[in-house]
């Protein structure tokens, strides 16, 4: 199979969204970004214990993979999951609940950030080892390949686990037998503080499975449209029976690696540049106000409405109870 | 009502900070993500950003104040239509909203310390609120008979690996659902022959063949499992499952925990364990108790051919992810099994091989046949050992030990493993918290010896437990 070299696929070739799915993808993005500055204000209130890694700024990455596949495709991550969650259409209340780690999570508070799962909206987690998702969800692709179905399955991977050997393991059995899975690498380019100049020799990591035949492209992650654009391209690949294929998102995250990390080994300016240049929000919303297609009042009702949202699951998850002490002795094992 | 902005913690340990720098002062417009100020702390310095959209109505605390509590209000914030009159209220509420913040109630995180800590500082008391989650039922196998294998009137001899490939044939037939994934399963027919012929009846998308590449197979099946398949994956030999046991326990024994009950893993990871013969330190250990040391594991280590299909069956059925421990040494020996494609033991009860009334001999895997060959010769010497096949190390069938030293009073654990928080140790515990009373001497442990196994003929038979240490041990519990 011949590796197709995209290099820099970055921008989409035209604006095909329609007036609906701009106003939805502007919605989602908005309520990932309400929901995760929510979350950081209820870690900074002791409400979220341990680790919590806010997805502000990659809001693009996740609508726009969404967009490109059906409700019957899997989804899998890393821990930076909270985004990944509510774009497959998981309940808001249910994941600010286990962040609360109360018993309405969708964990029952037994999973926390890290570790939340929706087997009824196809979202396998959530996982908290670097790159152990991977050959995960090459095996979720694995499995829709034995029992002949029609599904792809969306393994996401940040810049960090491009590093670890599990991945070119995944990727080589993935390619040898044809497995219909999507690597979606995030490159928010930094794995926790390391930039990718210091971690990986090559800077171009949609290349990542050239030797193993794999093609790849280099998106614009900011772009929700462009991110659209190449998710179908790849789910296509797929779907044809192709075999896997990378993605490079090319991203940021505004908020440092998790919440107790202040971020100083990037400069003000950088961070800056990227929220007043490639904001992905502000660009729908930009191509909104300027297509005619909602007004300054009609974004500010959609702005409410999510906020009514966020606000109603931090309620939720502030007002739930904690698990019951009988859940610390459930759901170790199956009974036989 | 103004919105109160609250002093941020940093970590779940922090509970106060220096408010450095105000970005904003009083009567700023200011909209969602904007910063709003720096707080500090002697590890990090943070930046404050707005969650809510507003005014800047009043600043509560001084930039460069500093312990500022955690949850302090420090600022207020005027929603869309209110104006400063609408801090009148809150200002005469929270005038020590410092101090009376530091008596926050939000910290459920905090009130569950004590209990689970409580749990893990007094592993035997079940003390405090929440019991240990084997004691109950510890009592209560204590309680139960202990059932043997049903009685069968047909029986074939087979060696351990013909029982094997049969466990897996006859559960590959009944159930579309069950395949077998490891390195040279299909072609080859196994490294060690156990996958002998199930790639001709079963086609390869049943029988894979991987690349060398554990960790990577491992998580594959691992995840095809949370789907449902019910993966049999072959490891070599333990010793290469190293590569994979991240995923075996984080990702298998984990999830079903982690997800609330949502996502089980239907799996057994099978392969020889512990020494075979001249191969060295790399290809010869016991992780017996490596596996057995997980909750969500179920970890099983036959010895004769019919425990290899019972329990090899019983496994491929069981919902939960199992380690199945084999020994390359105990593949060709033949045995008696039940001819019967029901025959399937259950998962979690010992076997009591021999019965005895002097010693106790509890033993797993290649060390039952040595412990049996051990009870002869204590039998030529007048004592009568009883001699258990764990068959299954977890969930332990803690209730045939028990009775069983209730009745001899005294116990011998063997194992080809090393002896630091070995089987034997596990068991030494046990029987400690269950039948103190009724010990006449201290628990003895047969083990590996403490090193990595030589190469040497001579050295490595000298690192390996054999025959004639169950002996000695048996006799110096017996005060023989």
């Not at chain 1, 992905?280 to 009609?298: H, Q, R, S």
């Not at chain 2, 019910?230 to 024994?253: G, L, R």
């Amino acid at each position: 199979m011949a590796t197709t070299k995209r290099k820099r696929a970055t921008t989409r070739a035209d604006n095909q969204a329609s007036s609906d799915d701009l106003l939805k993808y502007y919605r989602e993005m908005l309520l990932i970004r309400r929901f995760e500055e929510k979350a950081g204000q209820l870690y900074g209130m002791g409400l979220i214990g341990g680790f919590c890694h806010l997805y502000i700024g990659q809001e693009a990455v996740v609508v726009g993979m969404q967009s490109a596949i059906t409700g019957d495709d899997g989804v899998i991550t890393s821990y930076r999951d909270h985004g990944h969650m509510l774009a497959c259409g998981m309940d808001a209340g249910g994941v600010m609940a286990e962040l609360t780690g109360r018993e309405g999570g969708y964990s029952r508070g037994k999973g926390g950030s890290m570790h939340m799962f929706s087997k009824e909206k196809n979202f396998y987690g959530g996982h908290g080892i670097v790159g152990g998702q991977v050959p995960l969800g090459t095996g979720i692709a694995f499995n829709y390949k034995y029992r002949g179905e029609d599904r792809v399955c969306l393994t996401y991977l940040g810049d960090g686990a491009v590093n670890q050997g599990q991945v070119y393991e995944a990727f080589n059995m993935a390619a040898l037998w044809q497995l219909p899975v999507v690597y979606c690498i995030e490159n928010n380019q930094y794995a926790m503080g390391t930039s990718t100049q210091r971690h990986s020799s090559s800077p171009d990591l949609y290349q990542r499975g050239m030797a193993y035949g794999i093609p790849g492209e280099q998106v614009d992650g900011m772009d929700v449209l462009a991110v659209k654009e190449a998710g179908e391209r790849a789910v296509a690949h797929c779907r044809e029976g192709k075999g896997p294929y990378i993605l490079e998102l090319k991203t940021y995250r505004y908020r440092g690696h998790s919440m107790s990390d202040p971020a100083k080994y990037r400069t003000k300016d950088e961070l800056d540049k990227m929220r007043k240049e490639h904001d992905p929000i502000d660009m729908v919303k930009k191509l909104l106000i300027d297509g005619n297609i909602i007004d300054e009042a009609g974004l500010k009702d959609i702005d409410k409405e999510v906020k009514a949202e966020v606000a109603k699951a931090a309620e939720f998850a502030q007002n739930s109870p904690e698990p019951d002490v009988s859940e610390l002795f459930t759901d170790i094992l199956i009974d036989a | 009502m103004p919105i109160e902005v609250l002093m941020p913690a940093l970590s779940p340990t922090m509970t106060e900070g220096t408010l450095a720098k105000w970005n904003v002062k009083e009567g700023d417009t200011i909209a969602s993500g904007d910063v709003i100020a720096e707080i500090e702390t002697d590890k990090a310095t943070m930046e404050v950003e707005a969650v809510d959209e507003g005014t800047v109505g009043k600043i509560v605390i001084a930039e460069g104040t500093e312990n500022v509590a955690v949850n302090a209000v420090i600022a207020y914030i005027l929603e869309e239509g209110e104006d400063a009159s609408a801090l009148d209220n809150v200002s005469a509420s929270s005038g020590g909203a410092a101090p009376a913040a530091e008596e926050k109630t939000a910290a459920p995180a905090e009130e569950a310390a004590p209990a689970a800590s409580t749990a893990s500082a007094a592993p035997v008391a079940a003390s405090g609120a929440i019991e240990r989650s084997d004691a109950e039922p510890r009592a209560m196998s204590v309680m139960n008979a202990t059932q043997d294998e049903k009685t069968y009137t047909s029986f074939k001899t087979q060696t351990v690996r013909e029982a094997l490939r049969d466990a897996m044939a006859e559960e590959m037939r009944g159930d579309e659902n069950v395949f077998v994934m490891g390195e040279e399963v299909a072609q080859y027919q196994g490294a060690y022959k156990v996958t002998q012929g199930l790639l001709d009846e079963f086609g390869d998308r049943r029988v894979v063949d991987t690349p060398i590449t554990e960790i990577g197979f491992t998580g594959m099946a691992t995840g095809a499992a949370f789907m449902g398949l019910k993966p049999i994956v072959e490891f070599m030999t333990f010793n290469f499952a190293m590569q994979a046991i991240d995923h075996i326990i984080n990702s298998a024994a984990k999830t079903l925990y982690m997800s609330g009950g949502q996502l089980g893993c239907p799996i057994v990871f099978r392969g020889p364990n512990g020494a075979a013969a001249r191969v060295g330190a790399q290809h010869s250990q016991c992780y017996a108790s490596w596996y057995a040391h997980c909750p969500g594991l179920k970890v099983i280590a036959p010895w004769s051919a019919a425990d290899a299909k019972g329990l090899l069956k019983a496994a491929i059925r069981d919902p939960n992810p199992i380690v199945f421990l084999e020994n390359e040494i105990m593949y060709g020996q033949s045995f008696e099994v039940p001819d019967d494609d029901d025959f399937v033991l259950p998962i979690g009860q010992a076997k009591i091989e021999r019965e005895g009334t002097d010693v106790t001999i509890v033993a797993f895997s290649i060390m039952v046949g040595k412990a049996l060959k051990a009870a002869e010769q204590l039998a030529e010497q007048g004592i009568s050992a009883e001699v258990i096949n764990l068959r299954t190390i977890r969930p332990l069938d803690v209730n045939t030990i028990i009775r069983s030293v209730m009745k001899t009073n005294r116990l011998v654990t063997c194992e080809e493993g090393w002896h630091f928080a070995g089987i034997g140790s596990e068991i030494a515990s046990v029987v400690m918290e269950h039948a103190f009373d009724y010990l006449d001497a201290p628990v003895a442990r047969v083990t590996g010896e403490d090193v990595p196994m030589p190469y040497a003929a001579n050295l490595e038979a000298l690192a390996l437990p054999q025959e004639q240490h169950i002996v000695d041990a048996a006799k110096a519990v017996c005060y023989r």
